[in-house]
């Protein structure tokens, strides 16, 4: 337990300060909408390209890997179901439904879990691999196509099929992503000053994003015009308009009932139905050992990322699914690792 809490006290702390910070007012009313952007556009490409520049793209072909990517995918999917079936959210809302639901926070938590856990954090890298290169551009490809983001320059197939098309080019995520598997793939070595320059920039992602989330505990749904949209001319109603709309149409309280609901189904999704689909598969289907079965269960347990909340946020989406369920799935989350590790046994 002292390990579990010595990974989680980061981000509660990190959280916290925003949280106070939000509150003061010190960094004024457009600090959340400010820091989420330089996030997306700035320090979370920097990371990811660090990362995957430096990583072997092969690390992710294994039977461990086939256990939790079919838990990320059946939970995911369940996600993504339940938000259009049950609280009638439309493609870019049920995207976010689904991150929450089965998108982990396999860094800044992740990666002490397994260190404290496990004895090293192999098997986290490759998760954060195959999030960041498979399960990162459909997300944000439903984000984008889901959005409308930028429409009117045509309609129907045609747009949809221009906009997967250049997806890549227009979103940094993807790009740095792309441009880390270009590097690795060619077996490049960045110069030192710019690879020392990346890593300090990439280093404030997490960190900052911990600080936006808990500064939008003080704030309504979404504040402002999201970067993606204003940057590509996007002339709708914004997600935040369009969720405060809703509110005065269907009455508050109904709201807060609905979006109470759909948080429980996506945090159940997350720290319990995901774990024991690992169980299932890595078990009697893969016959893992009993290490790699924990690994498994234990990286599947994991809390929602806070991507969730920044993805929300710059697609000027409704951010209090994604915001709540950080939170709450990262306070489950501390009994279900804990209960991973007590049944599955380990003796590091």
């Known amino acids: 337990m002292h390990a579990l809490l010595s990974a989680f006290a980061p981000i509660w702390m990190l959280t916290a300060i925003g949280y106070v910070v939000g509150r003061s007012g010190l960094l004024g009313e457009q600090a959340e909408a400010v820091l ?9 490409p920097a990371a990811l390209f660090t990362m995957v520049s430096g990583a072997r793209l092969d690390a992710f072909t294994n039977s461990s890997m086939v256990a939790f990517a079919a838990g990320t995918a059946l939970v995911s999917g369940l996600g993504f179901a339940a938000s259009g079936r049950f609280f009638g959210r439309g493609t870019a809302d049920r995207a976010i439904g689904s991150m929450a639901s089965g998108y982990v926070n396999s860094a800044n938590l992740g990666i002490p879990v397994a260190v404290q856990v496990l004895g090293d954090a ?4 490759q998760i954060i691999l195959f999030q960041v290169l498979l399960v990162s551009p459909v997300i944000l490809t439903l984000l984008d196509t889901g959005s409308g983001a930028g429409a009117g320059a045509g309609s129907g197939k045609d747009l949809v099929f221009r906009r997967m098309l250049t997806m890549p080019v227009r979103n940094p995520v993807i790009m740095a992503s792309l441009l880390g598997v270009v590097v690795s793939v060619l ?29 939008s ?10 970067a993606v949209r204003r940057a590509e001319g996007g002339e709708r109603m914004e997600g935040s308009e369009r969720a405060e709309e809703g509110e005065r149409a269907e009455g508050g309280g109904a709201d807060v009932r609905t979006k109470s609901a759909e948080v429980v189904v996506a945090v159940a999704l997350k720290t319990l139905v995901q774990p024991l689909i690992a169980v299932a598969v890595g078990g009697p289907l893969l016959g893992l050992p009993d290490h790699q079965l924990l690994a498994v269960v234990l990286c599947s347990a994991l809390p929602t990322a806070q991507n969730a909340f920044i993805y929300a946020q710059q697609y000027g989406l409704d951010t209090r699914l994604a915001r709540n369920s950080v939170v709450a799935s990262t306070v489950v989350s501390m009994a279900t690792l804990s209960l991973a590790t007590w049944a599955l046994g380990t003796s590091s």
């Open 187 to 215: 077996g490049l070595r960045l110069p030192h000053a710019l690879a020392h320059s990346c890593d300090a920039l990439g280093a404030a992602a997490v960190p900052t994003a911990l600080i936006t989330l808990g500064l």
């Open 217 to 226: 505990l003080n704030a309504r749904p979404a504040t402002g015009v999201p």
């Open 36 to 44: 989420g952007r330089f996030v997306f556009h700035v320090a979370m």
């Open 122 to 125: 192999s098997f986290v890298a």
